[in-house]
T-cell receptor, first 116, second 109 residues
Framework: SAVISQKPSRDICQRGTSLTIQCQVD?????MFWYRQQPGQSLTLIAT?????????ESGFVIDKFPISRPNLTFSTLTVSNMSPEDSSIYLC?????????????FGPGTRLTVT | RKEVEQDPGPFNVPEGATVAFNCTYS??????FFWYRQDCRKEPKLLMS???SGNEDGRFTAQLNRASQYISLLIRDSKLSDSATYLC??????????FGKGTKLSVKP
């Protein structure tokens, strides 16, 4: 498995501002992912962040709104830009590590964002 | 058809009961399958990977049926501490996971 931390754990932000969420893992990993989980919903992938390349965004998510950095194999950031109340959600990073028979994903504790 | 579908529940069962969850997926090319457990206001935690031959971990048994494109999770001798939402997840084309909406389980004394 992997030990993953996220900062901040929660924040309340005003609309129009931006928030950068940090994700730190205790080992070097190639694949890191950013998900969003809105209240009462399941997880939706925002983007895949691989070190040394541009992040790959899912349909409905764009780089201008959710810029991502991946400077090394243990760290990534997700910025939620020009926030609106619709961005209120839990943002989770995950990493892929090799399991016994398959690659497995482990999640950070999440960042609970409220936009007022 | 949604990519990954689960019965949302809730499943309300007494302690000691056996409960089964099913999950169907639409992409026949998916290669990896998982069950996650998510407690209220917490992140999903990997419960089990699901292998073609089926696998068991204590009271938990997971099975995969590729022909019918569904996976299942069986929990025997339910404990109060098993109360949570159970998410099935299927691998996507980018190495990401596609999640179902989850099945809520409530185990009562």
């Amino acid at each position: 498995s992997a030990v993953i931390s996220q900062k901040p754990s929660r924040d309340i932000c005003q609309r129009g501002t931006s928030l950068t969420i940090q994700c730190q893992v205790d080992s070097q990993v190639t694949m890191m992912f950013w998900y969003r989980q809105q209240p009462g919903q399941s997880l939706t992938l925002i983007a895949t962040a691989n070190q040394g390349s541009e992040a790959t965004y899912e349909s409905g998510f764009v780089i201008d709104k959710f810029p991502i950095s991946r400077p090394n194999l243990t760290f990534s950031t997700l910025t939620v830009s020009n926030m609106s109340p619709e961005d209120s959600s839990i943002y989770l990073c995950s990493v892929e590590v090799e399991g016994q028979r398959a690659y497995e994903q482990y999640f950070g504790p999440g960042t609970r964002l409220t936009v007022t | 058809r949604k990519e990954v579908e689960q019965d949302p529940g809730p499943f309300n069962v007494p302690e000691g009961a056996t409960v089964a969850f099913n999950c169907t997926y639409s992409n026949s090319a998916s290669q990896s399958f998982f069950w996650y457990r998510q407690d209220c206001r917490k992140e999903p935690k990997l419960l089990m990977s699901v292998y073609s031959s089926g696998n068991e971990d204590g009271r938990f048994t997971a099975q995969l049926n590729r022909a019918s494109q569904y996976i299942s999770l069986l929990i025997r001798d339910s404990k109060l501490s098993d109360s949570a939402t159970y998410l099935c997840a299927v691998s996507g084309s980018q190495g990401n996971l596609i999640f179902g909406k989850g099945t809520k389980l409530s185990v009562k004394p």
